[in-house]
């Protein structure tokens, strides 16, 4: 349920307060509503308009924010500076509106950034400082894309024209004191008007509530009265105690209370007497001043159980794809996968596949599920079963059809051969295979925790039908192919194509592969021209071939194919051809025809154009490689070229991306960038990749003005370009050739060096930045690591001070203790929780912390000083920390004082007790002295604590 959604129902929840509030007319005094309150407390889109002049008169806070315009603007403007329809049109609907002739109306409203909304306009005519004007509620409707959100756009509307009919309900319930002659047809409007209400909410078979600060219900509509199979009467005032079991009662109180407590909407979904129920609920603001729950409960059972099914059919075909692409030694094997996973898939605990013979009506065993023996008694089970000695779970047989057996236990004349020592069966399923109207299979399952269904029958009926299908495709193939190799084997040995053409060209034999490759069967191709079979052309048009069959036949000595030549099957299909024809003579040496062997090397042209390509292009990226950008800068150095530009670019950051995040990440940003110069490049430009993190573009036709616009183009992509927590960015240089005289080289080393320029003047902002942004980025990611390295580097500054350490070492110290986890970037989100718990795996993760942030302090000039003391920021006091194992005063002092504070910090802001934290955090550090920690370091700083309190 959206959050305008919620906006609406608060409002109409807030308005049946008020209705339920009041009391009969006559209680009323003579006053106008206070429309400024009614609609400054509503999230919704209100306005006063005047029909006569369009002027708005009033625009709540929620109108501002949604047009762009303050609420002083948007008071002094007309509607029809905002409706899209012309000065007659708007003044034509509005006449409507106030005539109440129609009181919804769809619209076009430009916003102050002149953004065009569709909105839905609910429009009633009220009293307003003495004149008749229109109370409009706007609802933007632009963003609607998906069903659900068309079902609330439906809600939306009724709850809508529910709450301009409890407005006019209001309003006429005020202005009754006025004209007391029309009170009795005021009192029947205002009846009518209370039954459209309840039409209104009492049609939606959601249940929608509202209970008082004491969570009694004060409203219920009638989907709510169902659920409770009570009146109205007899729910409003009570609380759900009274209403139901103590169990369910108390699963809502806790949930309205949570409501209460936290003054926000609160989404859940609740399980109860086998149903599941969506429930959102939200505060409202009741008369007295004090807070209410309102709430929207759908019963989403059965979408609970279609996504059941649909997991379910997800897992099946999963399973079928498993059982067509994994390798299995056997049949036997591959049923037994099967098995398993049928048993996993329908939540069983017990099954088995026998084949069954329809001619010997035996069953043979292929596989039982493990566990089966184990809790199986009976003294030497069988593997063979006749039909007629089976029971029960031969029925499958019999029926020709699954058979389902929920109730096992009870008595059943069809339990024959059930031996005693037999697993327990407390539901059991069988479903036959049945291929060519004879069943081949037969797979069992038994013990579910819940009953088998028509889904169990049809997901495993499909599972093993596809299955067998697989196994007899497989079975199929390997005959075949066994078929195909002893044919080849025994008659042709040659694993080439091989036609024999006779002296007058007619052809005499094709071998397979030959028929194969021309589409042409040997009987058909017998006698027949050799040309009308092996159809040659050039792999180019407008480009020919010798034919190496004529060549011998004109010349008698051996021919070759070139290599473009292309064989045209019987069917369209062109292949690649290499082969060589040779002549037959006979024993007079006189040439009897020809023998020519060919073979396809389709494969192989498709490897050597691959070869061709990546020899031209960068195979990370996609683009040209420099030796195509080098060929290309020579081919289009011409003078209807001029003038050419070139762009040069080194990649910010990347060595920092590879060392933090590995390099794969580092592939991951320089795809980004190649992506972001590919779209600001035009047809005809040549983009490579230079180097690797340069990058180059060649221009033709452009000036060094035009290159500019390019560059700006990528830059502007680039920066919305970001891997984990690296912001993308490029150095960029332009090269230009004006005149033919000049030289290309020049231009390229121009762009280089404006490139490297740029990198030298860009180089440490970038990287500030890129530390700047890795340090947000945790920060944002765990607000408690914020927390900590701002109090961190807090108390290392006051520690320096109190140490009496110079100005200079005060800062270094300051800045390290704010920067000494920055390595924590790396690692996953859970492990930044202080309250998760660690496997020793994870310990190991977290470990690698200083090291990272040892890498990434090192790329910057400001930040060198810190990397050593963050890296060993963890080395304890006797040698046995991380990752050096440095001891004494081997550690930096800087890293010994930032063990000390950082430690004293963790325990000391701690969730809990402050002062007792804090207790525990100054004997933690007195344990640790001289084993963890630099004793002088611990009793200064326990001094500063000291003075400071």
């Not at 560059?711 to 919305?720: E, G, Q």
Request: hydrophobic share 35%; with cysteine.
């Amino acid at each position: 349920m959206n959050s305008s959604l919620i906006k609406k129902l608060l409002a109409v929840l807030f308005l049946l307060v008020c209705i339920l509030s009041i009391g009969p007319a006559h209680a009323y005094t003579v006053s106008e509503p206070d429309f400024s309150s009614m609609m400054e407390e509503n999230g919704a889109v209100m306005l006063l308009i005047d029909p006569e002049t369009s002027e708005i008169l009033y625009a709540n806070e929620a109108a501002a924010k949604f047009y762009g315009y303050s609420k002083i603007e948007l008071e002094t403007m007309k509607i029809t500076q905002i409706n899209m329809l012309s000065s007659e049109e708007v003044k034509h609907e509005m006449q409507d509106a106030a005539l109440e002739n129609r009181n919804y109306f769809v619209f076009k409203h430009r916003l102050a950034d002149n953004d065009i909304r569709t909105v839905e306009v609910y429009s009633y005519p009220v009293q307003y400082e003495g004149k008749q004007v229109l109370f409009s509620i706007i609802h933007d409707e632009t963003g609607r894309v998906i069903l659900q959100e068309k079902q609330d756009k439906l809600i939306a509307g009724v709850i809508l024209s529910g709450i301009a009919v409890i407005v006019i309900l209001l309003i006429l319930l005020l202005l009754l004191q006025q004209n007391r002659k029309k009170i009795g047809k005021a009192k029947q409007r205002i009846e009518n008007y209370s039954k459209l209400i309840d039409t209104f909410i009492n049609a939606y078979d959601s249940m929608i509530y509202l209970k008082d600060e004491n969570l009694n219900y004060v409203f219920a509509n009638e989907s709510l009265k169902k659920f409770f199979k009570k009146s109205s009467d007899e729910i409003v005032g009570k609380d759900d105690y009274a209403l139901s079991d103590t169990a369910f009662a108390e699963i809502r109180r806790q949930a309205d209370q949570a409501v209460l407590s936290k003054k926000r909407i609160l989404s859940d979904e609740v399980e109860w007497n086998g149903h599941v129920y969506s429930t959102t609920k939200f505060p409202v603001r009741m008369l007295n001043g004090d807070f209410g729950v309102g709430a929207y409960i759908m019963d989403i059972t059965s979408q609970r159980e279609q996504k059941k099914l649909q997991d379910k059919i997800s897992e099946r075909n999963k399973i079928l794809i498993d059982v067509i692409s994994l390798s299995f030694h056997n049949k036997q094997e591959q049923l037994d996968y099967v098995l398993h996973r049928a048993l996993d898939m329908t939540d069983s605990k017990y099954g088995y596949i026998y084949y069954y013979n329809e001619e010997t009506e035996v069953f043979t065993a292929n596989s039982w599920t493990r566990g089966v023996m184990e809790d199986c008694n009976i003294t030497n089970p069988q593997t063979r079963y006749e039909l007629n000695k089976t029971g029960i779970w031969g029925e499958v047989v019999r029926q020709r059809k699954p058979i389902i057996v929920n109730r096992f236990q009870e008595p059943n004349p069809l339990k024959k051969g059930y031996p005693e020592g037999h697993v327990e069966l407390g539901r059991f399923m069988s479903v036959p295979v049945i291929i060519d109207e004879k069943i081949v299979v037969v797979i069992g399952l038994g013990n579910k925790q819940t009953d088998y269904d028509d889904n169990d029958v049809d997901n495993v009926t499909i599972l093993m039908g596809g299955t067998w299908q697989a196994i007899q495709r497989k079975e199929t193939q390997e005959l075949l192919s066994f078929e195909r190799n002893k044919y080849l084997q025994t008659l042709i040995s040659i694993g080439d194509g091989v036609m024999v053409v006779d002296r007058n060209a007619r052809i005499e034999m094709l071998n397979g592969v030959a028929q194969r490759l021309t589409g042409w069967t040997n009987e058909d191709a017998q006698g027949r021209d050799y040309k009308e079979v092996f159809v040659l052309s050039h792999e180019y048009p407008n480009h020919s071939v010798a034919d190496p069959i004529e060549g011998v036949l004109k010349t008698n000595t051996v021919q070759e194919l070139g290599n473009h030549a292309i064989l045209t099957a019987r069917d369209g299909t062109r292949y690649h051809l290499e082969d060589s024809a040779a002549p037959i003579f006979n024993e007079r040496g006189v040439n009897e025809g020809v023998v020519l062997v060919f073979r396809d090397v389709t494969e192989k042209k498709e490897q050597r154009n691959k070869i061709e390509y990546l020899s031209f292009h960068d195979t990370l990226t996609g683009l040209y490689n420099r030796r195509y950008f080098e060929e290309e800068l020579l081919q289009m150095d011409t003078e209807q070229n001029l003038p050419i530009s070139i762009v040069m670019g080194d990649v910010n950051g990347l060595k920092l991306t590879n060392d933090v995040f590995g390099h794969t990440a580092g592939d991951v940003l320089l795809m980004s960038i190649a992506d972001a110069l590919r779209v600001s490049g035009r047809p005809g430009d040549i983009i490579a990749r230079w180097g690797g993190d340069e990058f180059v573009m060649l221009l033709p036709k452009t000036s060094s003005e035009e290159a500019k616009e390019i560059v700006s183009k990528i830059k502007d992509k680039v920066v919305h370009q970001h891997v984990k927590a690296i912001k993308g960015s490029i150095s960029l240089g332009i090269g230009s050739k004006t005149k033919i005289s000049d030289s290309i080289s020049d231009a390229l080393d121009e762009a280089e060096d404006n490139m490297y320029s740029e990198k030298t003047i860009e180089s440490e902002t970038v990287r500030d930045d890129e530390i700047k942004i890795i340090m947000d980025t945790l920060h944002t990611i765990s607000p408690r690591e914020k927390e900590h390295s701002e109090e961190v580097s807090r108390l290392c500054e006051a520690f320096g001070k109190a140490a009496g350490l110079s100005e200079v070492k005060v800062k270094k110290l300051k800045g390290a203790g704010y920067l000494h986890d920055i390595g924590k970037i790396v690692l996953r989100p859970e492990l930044l929780n202080e309250n998760y718990p660690l496997t020793e795996e994870d310990l190991n993760e977290v470990r690698k912390h200083a090291a990272v942030g040892y890498r990434i302090l090192n790329s910057s000039e400001k930040t060198l000083d810190f990397a050593e003391a963050v890296l060993a920021h963890h080395e304890f006091w006797d040698g046995t920390g991380y990752p050096k194992g440095l001891k004494e005063e081997e550690i930096p002092l800087i890293a010994r004082i930032i063990m000390v504070i950082g430690t004293y910090e963790r325990i000391a802001n701690k969730k809990g007790d402050k002062a007792l934290n804090k207790r525990e955090a100054v004997e933690a550090l007195r344990k640790g002295s001289g084993t963890q920690f630099d004793p002088n370091v611990v009793e200064t700083f326990l001094q500063m604590l000291e003075s400071e309190i």
